[in-house]
């Protein structure tokens, strides 16, 4: 043998991108392929990037197998790196160009460590040995899938093992994941919308504070929520006499039904009328002053959602709140995206007056930057703290036995940090 190693450097052109963009399909590929070859598999890491792409790197005992994707271009760049006889990158190079669907492939491969230029040194084999290896001396295979939420500064990384729902609906693409950390995961568009185990935080300070605070709330409207968990908080409220929840994307909800059933508990509630439509139009149409609350619980403002963050939507609800009504949206998160933070605080000040407007805040780990914000506007007097009633939540905490919300997280969330009252003029 003339070298240590074989390195291929491989390009696939117009490959399928829906496959490009598929972190569990990419990463069995990239197994898949090793294993063809004859490798033996020590370790796998692939992340999946929001909105595109998937990188990772197959560990093999006789090197590595490592991609890049850009699904929006069809393109794939893999280096294939083996070493010694037993295995052959071609037959890898074969099978992913295979699997990818690519019309087209290239590749060159590189000596690597040639032998003319080599010479044995000494050392103590018994000092360099891995001690992290099975009894039996074989490496111990290890497999970590990610799932990454970010931008082009922060990223958000979630380990998984695997998919269990993934449609492209008419307006976006919804996927569930099985997360190690926090349960069952949706995601809209490559962003993280809610998890079983931390989904609590979010669901309950967006209905509680305003139901607990609203004089004598009887009718809500829920803008999106299509995962449920919001309708499953409201509907604890049983003075309430009605709850409307207009969601835009039906397979939200059915994938929700299905693997978030802890979420989306409270779907076939007979006190909740479940429409499929868009909420911007809903509430164009509904009738003044027809609703106590209304909760707009949106993805962020971009695809389907942009126009719940519009000053002509936000009028319209003005117009279909009663007299004290109150509107409670999830505002963003001040770190992270303060830009529309800030906008949407200019918004509501100028529909609803900006002494009547107020900021809270959560803490929610898997949003980006943890730090999340909701905004509560009055039409009429309600105030989120004056006359709060602090032993009517501790004894609402108790008896539904609420994991985030109470009294106190109640009066705590709207204090402010400096920078985030800046941004808002507070
Ligand atoms: N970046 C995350 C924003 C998510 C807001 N909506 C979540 C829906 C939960 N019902």
């Given at each position: 043998m003339a070298s240590l190693g074989r390195h291929i450097i491989v390009e696939y052109y117009d490959c399928t991108p829906e496959i490009l963009n598929d972190v569990t399909l990419i990463q069995e590929s990239m197994e898949g392929a090793a294993e063809k070859a004859g490798a033996t598999i020590i370790n796998s890491t692939f992340h999946h990037f929001s909105p595109y792409g998937v990188s990772g790197v197959v560990v093999i005992e006789e090197s590595h197998l490592a991609i890049h994707t850009w699904p929006e271009y069809g393109y794939a760049s893999v280096d294939l790196f083996t070493c010694g006889?037993?295995?052959?990158p071609w037959v890898s190079y074969q099978y992913l160009k295979d699997a990818f669907e690519a019309g087209h492939g290239s590749a060159v491969e590189l000596k690597r460590g040639e032998m003319a230029l080599l010479s044995k040194k000494a050392f103590d084999i018994q000092q360099l040995r891995d001690d992290k290896s099975a009894d039996d001396g074989s490496p111990i295979r290890t497999k970590d899938v990610w799932f990454t939420e970010r931008d082009d500064k922060i990223a958000l990384s979630l380990k998984h093992d695997g998919k269990l729902y993934d449609q492209q609906s008419d307006f976006q693409r919804v996927e569930v994941y099985n997360t190690q950390a926090y349960g069952n995961m949706l995601t809209l568009d490559g962003m993280v919308m809610t998890t079983e185990k931390d989904e609590y935080v979010y669901h309950e300070m967006i209905t509680h504070i305003p139901l607990l605070t609203h004089p004598n709330p009887k009718r809500a409207l829920i803008i999106g929520g299509g995962d449920g968990g919001t309708a499953r908080e409201m509907l604890r409220h049983e003075g309430l006499d009605e709850v409307v929840m207009v969601e835009i994307d039906d397979k939200v909800i059915e994938a929700c039904k299905v693997h978030l059933p802890s979420i989306a508990s409270a779907l076939d509630h007979p006190k909740l009328n479940l429409i499929v439509d868009d909420g911007i139009k809903y509430v164009k149409e509904a009738a003044a002053g027809s609703f106590d609350v209304v909760v707009v619980d949106s993805t962020d403002p971009v695809g389907p959602a942009e126009g719940l963050f519009s000053v002509e939507f936000y009028k319209e609800v003005h117009r279909i709140l009663s007299d004290n009504g109150v509107m409670i949206t999830q505002s963003e998160s001040p770190r992270f995206n303060n830009k529309v933070f800030k906008e949407i605080y200019q918004v509501y000040g100028s529909i609803f007056g900006n002494e009547r407007v107020h900021c809270y805040l959560a803490y929610i780990p898997t949003y980006p930057t943890g730090m999340w914000s909701f905004s509560y506007s009055a039409k009429g007097d309600a105030h989120p703290l004056k006359g709060f009633d602090r032993e009517k939540s501790r004894k609402f905490s108790e008896v539904h036995d609420l994991s985030y919300y109470n009294e106190s997280i109640h009066e705590s969330a709207f204090a402010l940090p400096n920078f985030v009252k800046k941004m808002i003029n507070k």
């Amino acid at each position: 043998m003339a070298s240590l190693g074989r390195h291929i450097i491989v390009e696939y052109y117009d490959c399928t991108p829906e496959i490009l963009n598929d972190v569990t399909l990419i990463q069995e590929s990239m197994e898949g392929a090793a294993e063809k070859a004859g490798a033996t598999i020590i370790n796998s890491t692939f992340h999946h990037f929001s909105p595109y792409g998937v990188s990772g790197v197959v560990v093999i005992e006789e090197s590595h197998l490592a991609i890049h994707t850009w699904p929006e271009y069809g393109y794939a760049s893999v280096d294939l790196f083996t070493c010694g006889e037993s295995v052959d990158p071609w037959v890898s190079y074969q099978y992913l160009k295979d699997a990818f669907e690519a019309g087209h492939g290239s590749a060159v491969e590189l000596k690597r460590g040639e032998m003319a230029l080599l010479s044995k040194k000494a050392f103590d084999i018994q000092q360099l040995r891995d001690d992290k290896s099975a009894d039996d001396g074989s490496p111990i295979r290890t497999k970590d899938v990610w799932f990454t939420e970010r931008d082009d500064k922060i990223a958000l990384s979630l380990k998984h093992d695997g998919k269990l729902y993934d449609q492209q609906s008419d307006f976006q693409r919804v996927e569930v994941y099985n997360t190690q950390a926090y349960g069952n995961m949706l995601t809209l568009d490559g962003m993280v919308m809610t998890t079983e185990k931390d989904e609590y935080v979010y669901h309950e300070m967006i209905t509680h504070i305003p139901l607990l605070t609203h004089p004598n709330p009887k009718r809500a409207l829920i803008i999106g929520g299509g995962d449920g968990g919001t309708a499953r908080e409201m509907l604890r409220h049983e003075g309430l006499d009605e709850v409307v929840m207009v969601e835009i994307d039906d397979k939200v909800i059915e994938a929700c039904k299905v693997h978030l059933p802890s979420i989306a508990s409270a779907l076939d509630h007979p006190k909740l009328n479940l429409i499929v439509d868009d909420g911007i139009k809903y509430v164009k149409e509904a009738a003044a002053g027809s609703f106590d609350v209304v909760v707009v619980d949106s993805t962020d403002p971009v695809g389907p959602a942009e126009g719940l963050f519009s000053v002509e939507f936000y009028k319209e609800v003005h117009r279909i709140l009663s007299d004290n009504g109150v509107m409670i949206t999830q505002s963003e998160s001040p770190r992270f995206n303060n830009k529309v933070f800030k906008e949407i605080y200019q918004v509501y000040g100028s529909i609803f007056g900006n002494e009547r407007v107020h900021c809270y805040l959560a803490y929610i780990p898997t949003y980006p930057t943890g730090m999340w914000s909701f905004s509560y506007s009055a039409k009429g007097d309600a105030h989120p703290l004056k006359g709060f009633d602090r032993e009517k939540s501790r004894k609402f905490s108790e008896v539904h036995d609420l994991s985030y919300y109470n009294e106190s997280i109640h009066e705590s969330a709207f204090a402010l940090p400096n920078f985030v009252k800046k941004m808002i003029n507070k």
